[in-house]
């Protein structure tokens, strides 16, 4: 079973970067989408982006320009950028194989922008 393992969140203020990371413990990763998923009090997880095999990238509407999803798959780990930070971008950050739905899951990590 493939345990995936977040970090990188934190608080920052308005305008500001993030960058997080999803290691692997496999190497599982390196032959299946990944993706970035967050979730809000009250609300569905929703995809913020993915990326595939071959690093090709979606995002949600709602982040495109301002987060890049990568890969490196020497270290198996999946990193998700995050520039230009919004207070609605305050939510738990899940990363997950997509194999292709959502399989293996990590713990998440918070995410908090405010002033």
């Known amino acids: 079973q493939e345990q995936l393992v977040e970090s990188g969140g934190g608080g920052v203020q308005p305008g500001g970067t993030l960058r997080l990371s999803c290691a692997a413990s496999g190497s599982i990763c390196r032959f299946v989408a990944m993706g970035w998923y967050r979730q809000a009090p009250g609300k569905e997880r929703e995809l913020v982006a993915r990326?595939?095999?071959?690093?090709?990238?979606i995002y949600a509407d709602s982040v495109k320009g301002r987060f890049t999803i990568a890969r490196d798959n020497a270290k198996n780990t999946v990193y998700l950028q995050m520039n230009s930070l919004k207070p609605e971008d305050t939510v738990v950050y899940y990363c997950?194989?997509?194999?292709?739905?959502?399989?293996?899951w990590g713990q998440g990590t918070q995410v908090t922008v405010s002033s």
């Open positions: 997950t194989t997509l194999i292709p739905a959502p399989t293996y």
């Open positions: 990326i595939n095999s071959i690093s090709k990238t």
